[in-house]
């Protein structure tokens, strides 16, 4: 049985990833996190569409983020900006966010013996160094050389990023003939309530949505 645990924000990507994901394997389990975020309120997006996609679904909480305040996505950090973020690295990067998430979402699909984890990083991602093909490709051999599964059933891990080298407007359409309601997805960095419509995510869902909705 093919099985995945996917790294699930809620957002437009990440949703059409688990989408996806549903499509191509037998067993989806989709893991977000409590990591300080200014836009928290991604999480209650998150549980009803992993509910709505009826996937197992896992909100662990990541503590260790909580006391940084040099990102503008994390609480207590410089405001949100509205221009593009083509700044490398722009001021909403986590340090090492990616490599946290997917070394937690690893070790839980090592104890369920799952040998694959999910990530939607994209092309217009690679502002930020942990979302670069390069990141992918070694934190997949970080994950294989710290596998119990691997270890002892020489079953190497899997970082599933099909949407490397995509730009957004192309996962967009993807998730379109995926079905993926796009109308419960939740992409804000300022995290109001409705989104802001002015941060860079705001503009960049925009669009890649334009005409889909």
């Given amino acids: 049985m093919k099985s995945i645990i996917v790294l699930f924000s809620g957002g437009l990507d990440s949703t059409t990833l688990l989408w996806l994901a549903k499509k191509e394997f037998d067993r989806v389990i989709a893991i977000s996190f409590d990591y300080g975020q200014r836009h928290k309120v ?3 997006h998150a549980k009803e569409l992993a509910k709505l996609a009826g996937v197992e679904h896992l909100i662990v909480d990541v503590p260790s983020l909580k006391g940084i305040t040099t990102s503008a996505l994390l609480e207590g950090g410089p405001e949100v900006p509205s221009e593009d973020y083509s700044n490398a690295p ?3 990067t986590v340090p090492m966010r990616n490599l946290i998430f997917l070394a937690i979402a690893g070790a839980y699909a090592d104890a369920l013996g799952i040998d694959t984890v999910g990530i939607a990083v ?9 979302c670069r093909p390069e990141f992918i490709t070694s934190a997949q051999s970080a994950l294989t050389a710290g596998s119990i599964l691997t270890a002892t059933k020489k079953v190497p891990m899997k970082i599933y990023a099909p949407f ?3 730009t957004k407007r192309e996962i967009a359409l993807l998730g379109k003939e995926l079905g ?3 109308e419960k997805t939740y992409s804000c960095y300022r995290g109001t309530e409705p989104p802001c419509g002015e941060c860079a995510t705001c503009k960049q869902r925009e669009e890649a949505l334009k005409g889909l909705l």
């Fill in 90 to 92: 722009p001021i909403t």
């Fill in 42 to 44: 991604e999480l209650k």
């Fill in 122 to 130: 994209h092309s217009l991602d690679t502002p930020y160094p942990d």
């Fill in 180 to 182: 993926v309601p796009f």
């Fill in 164 to 166: 490397l080298g995509m």
